[in-house]
């Protein structure tokens, strides 16, 4: 605690030599610049983002709408993989750049082996409907569910672990609660609280926002353990501190001591663990879709992509491929975005 | 050290009961019904002497009180009858905890499937800590080079990409495409021979890979955190500074300290072996734990999935305490007295 003091004196002092005031966030986001990978990460990041809200707008085509003449369309980069000269015979004047300029030509030319067209830009499903249209449809569910579990597992974590932190008679039984849950074998209760709650939620609440708020609240109950445990031991260090004491010195009550003094200070380890937790989250969304215990099929979140196109393996491997890169190149991203964060809001690396 | 063991194991028992009552709250008293998967034109009456056959005519507390009966007593007893060859009571007629839908003791499933899974996914683990130990001290003694750098980053993707995206593409490309190994994990399979062990190899490479590459991941991390913590500490330059060879100082003190920590993540890691990756284990058809827990589950099986996930807890709340204890073991500097 001494070395972080210092380092954040030390950090100071050269804030004044350089005559510029800077504040902690301008420090934070300056550190956080200089992480390659994070950087990186949040361009990644904020395209699929923008791609899954905004992309709907220019690729209009409905996510559900069954084109069954154009059924397992492959997708445009299929072009490469075929060399005019061998793959085709009396190729004429065809070449692989026709396969882009008239994609139907091609298709009749090659007999149907090049079955592309960019009405379908990446390709269709074994019922003919359009690949990138369900990838953004899938990413709004998942990111949706990715968010806002986290956010329910972050404020359940910070609340239990502030007030065992904070208030001495609560810290052993909310102790003893999180040991508890963190004893508990996750993906197997998952499992079972999504088969044994489903057909209840989807009766009350509609076949899709049934099955989203069983999904969120599942993961986000499950979830909370790490950021409590985090949370609680720093509120144990900050509340001895001298601006604490100072407060209450002054007559300033509990709620207002928690909420001014002591929450602003465990806040960067909270936004880690959020970024972290949605990573996570996304792909425990992804895996209780793979599992069949997710979203149903005409409501595909990307892991409810991926199960399905892994039938049609061999005939068309991309519809695997596109939503397993969407989901480990958005966790990718958002793990980098992690680690920058985490160091950037580390006042010992900060400024070196 | 003794005195904290004997207190944890009594500590141990309240919380594996607590466990225990809200696995089992949480499936019997969720909405839902066993026999509603059971065709509709079955009459009213037949249906309720099923759901009476199944033990769900008695009252809540009294199936708790069952089948921690059956669990606690009578399990236990009938595997010191297997393991000794003696009868102790009336054994013919005492209950074990029995599936629904195969109508056989849970813990002999459990033993039947157990073998796949310890085969799979405790090679992938021997597989992951072979390759992470070497690569985390490498990565720490060379930090920021190019060697480290690239080790992040492949941590990096072990970490992002889920199972059941690795374990898809390395089907779609060592089986689809190069016809290397099988995708489908044959469990009926007997190594007899040299080339039935060699089948076996073959079978298990794919599994084996995508779950360590995970496992590599998460240990490379502690092992390479742990050792940078380490070589930074007054002790190396001591030893450097009294002439022994930087061989010595890495591998004998660095080395030997930065294992503490590391020792521990494994053995916490444990539970997770018995668990079975229930995702790997349906990507690739291994017939194992995890693939009985997913069967029990769509079949609406509660004896199967109650003992099966309490299980788990029992393996998991173990090894927190078998982690705590080696800590304590290992480290003469942590007093748990």
Known sequence: ?352 | MFRYTIRRLLFAIPTLLVISFIIFALLDLAPGDPTSQLPINIPAEVRQKIREALGLGEPFYVRYGLWMQQFFVNEPLNILEQWFGVTIGDSENRLRVLSWSTRSPVVDLIVERMPQTLWVVGMAYVVGIAIALPVGVISAYRQYSIFDQAGTFITMIGFSIPPFFSGVLVIVIFSVNLGWFPSIYDTTHVVTDWDSFLKQINQMILPVMVLALQITAQLTRFMRASMLDNLNQDYVRTARAKGMSEQAVVLLHVLRNSMIPVITVIALAVPSIFGGAIITEQIFKVNGIGALLIGGIEAGDLPLVQTLTFIFAVLIVLFNLVADILYGILDPRIRYD
């Open chain 1, 1 to 352: 605690m001494t070395e972080q003091v210092t380092a954040r004196a030390v950090a100071g002092g050269e804030a004044a030599e350089m005559g510029a005031h800077r504040s902690l966030w301008r420090d934070v986001w300056l550190q956080y610049r200089t992480h390659t990978g994070a950087v990186v990460g949040t361009f990644v990041f904020l395209f699929i983002v923008l791609g899954v809200i905004i992309g709907p707008f220019f690729h209009t085509t409905d996510p559900t709408y069954i084109d069954y003449r154009a059924k397992n369309t492959l997708h445009m980069f299929s072009c490469f993989y075929f060399s005019v000269p061998e793959a085709v015979e009396n190729a004429g004047a065809w070449t692989t750049w026709s396969c882009f300029t008239d994609p139907a030509g091609f298709a009749e030319l090659t007999a149907k082996r090049v079955k592309v067209s960019w009405t379908h830009p990446l390709g269709t499903d074994n019922y003919g409907r359009d690949t990138l249209a369900q990838l953004m449809a899938g990413g709004r569910v998942s990111l949706a569910v990715g968010v806002t579990a986290m956010a329910l597992s972050i404020v359940l974590g910070a609340l239990i672990g502030v007030l065992s932190g904070f208030f001495r008679w609560l810290d052993g039984p909310l102790m003893r609660l999180t040991d508890l849950f963190l004893a508990l074998p996750i993906l197997p209760l998952l499992l079972v609280m999504i088969m044994l709650f489903r057909e209840t939620l989807r009766a009350a609440f509609g076949p899709e926002e049934g099955i989203f708020i069983l999904v969120v609240s599942a993961i986000g109950i499950t979830s909370w353990m790490q950021t409590a445990r985090i949370v609680r031991g720093d509120v144990l260090s900050i509340k001895e501190r001298e601006f604490v004491l100072a407060a209450r010195s002054i007559g300033t009550r509990q709620h207002r001591i928690i909420g001014r003094h002591i929450f602003p200070n465990v806040l960067s380890p909270v936004m880690v663990s959020a970024t972290l937790g949605l990573a996570s989250a996304i792909i425990t969304e992804s895996a209780l879709s793979f599992l069949g215990l997710g979203f149903p099929s005409d409501f595909p979140t990307w892991g409810r992509l991926l199960i399905d196109g892994r039938d049609f393996m061999d005939i068309t491997p991309s519809r695997v491929i596109w939503p397993g890169l969407a989901i480990s190149l958005t966790v990718l991203s958002v793990n980098y975005m992690g680690d920058g964060l985490r160091d950037a809001l580390d006042p010992r690396i900060r400024g070196r």
